[in-house]
Each structure stands twice: as C-alpha cells, then as structure tokens.
C-alpha cells in the first residue's frame, strides 16, 4: 500500500513540474489539477503494468 501512495505522490508532483514547463513552453495556460491527475494515473498504471516484467534474482546452486 505505501508503494502505491508513493507512486501517486510522486507522480502527481512530477506532473505538475512537468506541465508547468510544457505550458511555459507552449505559451498556453497551466491547469494545475489536470496536468497533476494525468501524470499520477499515468504513473500508476506504468509502474502496476511493468512490476510482472521485473523479476529479483534468483540464487541458484552450483552444482558440479
């Protein structure tokens, strides 16, 4: 549960840094909810799609 709470924070952080810059950039005006929401549901599925793909090693025993 803490993993996922991170991943909303800081997702929701990095979104709102993120879609500061691109509206600056853009000259549009910055929607600080909805540049926020996106990044953080977007990191939530990334990080819950990619955890089945990434497996901790496994030690295995020599045998000779």
């Known amino acids: 549960m803490a993993k996922q709470l991170t991943i909303l924070f800081w997702g929701f952080i990095y979104g709102e ?4 810059i691109l509206s600056a ?3 549009s005006t ?3 909810l909805s540049s926020g929401l ?3 549901v977007a ?3 990334a990080v819950n799609c990619l955890t089945p ?3 901790s090693p ?3 025993s020599d045998s000779k």
Do not use: D, N, Q, R
């Open 58 to 60: 496994t030690k295995t």
């Open 17 to 20: 840094v993120i879609g500061y």
């Open 53 to 55: 793909f990434i497996k």
């Open 25 to 27: 950039l853009s000259g």
């Open 43 to 45: 990191g939530w599925i």
């Open 38 to 40: 996106i990044a953080m």
């Open 30 to 32: 910055f929607e600080p």
